[in-house]
């Protein structure tokens, strides 16, 4: 893919972002305004459209989850965490369990999530039985997670 070719993907992964941030946070805005009436309900459109707009844009440029995924299944056998014998699918849950949960944790230091990540790895587990346990997907999840904050792939300033 040539330059010019990629700068035109990532603006449109990014307007669309925005576009989405904008749509989602306007709907918010008038839900929370809508005890002050139609004005109340305009206002909180507005304002939420703005902020949604600022945060569809961050969401757009924290990744490409396509790169992302490149990377790990590229290099996750050379994992000092790998252990003989398994294979991406093993690891694969791990890795998208933690860009999944990037946006949502704001990309706040590893220490700082941790815990309520394993939660959640948990809960979502109960579901997924064939999941590793925490032990086993943590390193992965770890390594997704500052992979992101690192700016590996296209972070924003606040990601870092």
Same mark, same amino acid.
């Given at each position: 893919? #040539?330059?010019?070719?990629?700068?035109?993907?990532?603006?449109?992964?990014?307007?669309?972002?925005?576009?989405?941030?904008?749509a989602a946070?306007a709907v918010?805005?008038?839900? /929370?305004?809508?005890?002050?009436?139609?004005?109340?309900?305009?206002?909180?459109?507005?304002?939420?459209?703005?902020?949604?707009?600022?945060?569809?844009?961050?969401?757009?440029?924290?990744? #490409? &989850?396509?790169?992302?995924?490149?990377?790990?299944?590229?290099?996750?056998?050379?994992?000092?965490?790998?252990?003989?014998?398994?294979?991406?699918?093993?690891?694969?849950?791990?890795?998208?369990?933690?860009?999944?949960?990037?946006?949502?944790?704001?990309?706040?230091?590893?220490?700082?999530?941790?815990?309520?990540?394993?939660?959640?790895?948990? &809960?979502?587990?109960?579901?997924?039985?064939?999941?590793?346990?925490?032990?086993?997907?943590r390193p992965? /999840?770890?390594?997704?997670? #500052?992979?992101?904050?690192?700016?590996?792939?296209?972070?924003?300033?606040?990601?870092?």
């Amino acid at each position: 893919m #040539n330059d010019e070719k990629k700068i035109l993907d990532d603006s449109g992964k990014q307007a669309l972002g925005t576009g989405a941030g904008a749509a989602a946070g306007a709907v918010t805005g008038a839900a /929370v305004g809508a005890p002050g009436g139609p004005i109340g309900m305009a206002i909180g459109a507005i304002a939420g459209g703005v902020i949604g707009a600022g945060a569809g844009d961050s969401i757009a440029e924290t990744a #490409n &989850v396509e790169d992302y995924r490149a990377h790990f299944q590229r290099d996750y056998s050379g994992a000092a965490y790998f252990r003989p014998g398994t294979t991406w699918d093993d690891y694969e849950p791990a890795y998208e369990f933690a860009y999944d949960q990037f946006e949502e944790y704001h990309g706040r230091p590893w220490a700082e999530v941790e815990p309520d990540l394993r939660k959640e790895w948990e &809960v979502e587990r109960a579901d997924r039985p064939e999941r590793a346990d925490w032990a086993e997907a943590r390193p992965a /999840v770890a390594a997704g997670w #500052n992979y992101l904050r690192e700016g590996g792939i296209k972070a924003s300033p606040d990601k870092r």
